[in-house]
């Protein structure tokens, strides 16, 4: 090998390098406001605060913005780098996990315009609670697939995964008593029937974290994961509860 052949290669790498850090950066520029999303959402449902949830609603271009810019740095590095095996994943992780956040957001932005369609509205702290420990347990969840995201580390990529069946049963369980405060007393059907989509927002946050899981073992492994995703009821889980 020539040393001009040499110099081109550690030109080429050290290129691809500066574009990994590039998208690396931001991902986490992404991932750190999807999770003030969901937080500020959750925050403005709980205490009524139609401000804070129109700024969660605001928020959701710059979402949408990073994730183009992710999209085409990557496209343009594989282009331009023509990368293979784990280059090759590192990329296309990438645009998989910012599309997952993108998704992410507009569920936290959908639980934002409740807020403000709810304004005035009487709010029983203890009709709200349950979607508030909802939220908390996914958050933590969005928070730790991140991380291993960033640290490629596997075992806690796989807690989450394993534990999405967890937030489903949540949601179940959060249905019934919510169909519960509708029987006692009409007064709650209208906040009742918001924080019924507001937890399968949440709950589909939750699919999105596995989703992300999902990708860094595809990352660290090269190959998706065969086994099935561990799942409670996913799919109409309002003729879930009333069918128990």
Known sequence: ????????????????????????????????LVERQIADSIQALVHRDVELGERVIALDPTV???QREVEEKCILTIARRQPM????????GAMRVCNDLERIGDHAKHIGKRVVA????????????GVE???????????????????RDLQ????????DEQVDSMCVSLFRELLTYMMEDPRNI????????????????????TNIAETVYY??????????RPKGDTTSFPAGVLQK
């Open 118 to 129: 709810l304004d005035g509205d009487l709010h029983p702290q203890k009709v709200i609670r």
């Open 1 to 32: 090998m020539t040393e001009l052949t040499t110099t081109r290669i550690d030109h080429t790498a050290k290129a691809f390098d500066t574009d990994l850090q590039e998208i690396t950066r931001k991902v986490a520029e992404m991932g750190g």
């Open 64 to 66: 949408d913005s990073l």
């Open 133 to 151: 420990h909802m939220s908390a347990l996914v958050l933590a969840q969005i928070k730790q697939v991140l991380d291993a995201y960033a640290s």
């Open 85 to 92: 095996a784990v280059d090759l994943r590192e990329c296309v």
């Open 190 to 209: 209208t906040l009742c029937m918001h924080l019924m989509f507001c937890a399968k927002d949440i709950e589909r946050m939750g699919d999105h974290a």
């Open 156 to 163: 806690s990529a796989l807690a989450v995964w394993n534990g």
């Open 219 to 228: 990352m660290v492994e090269g190959r998706p994961i065969t086994d099935q």
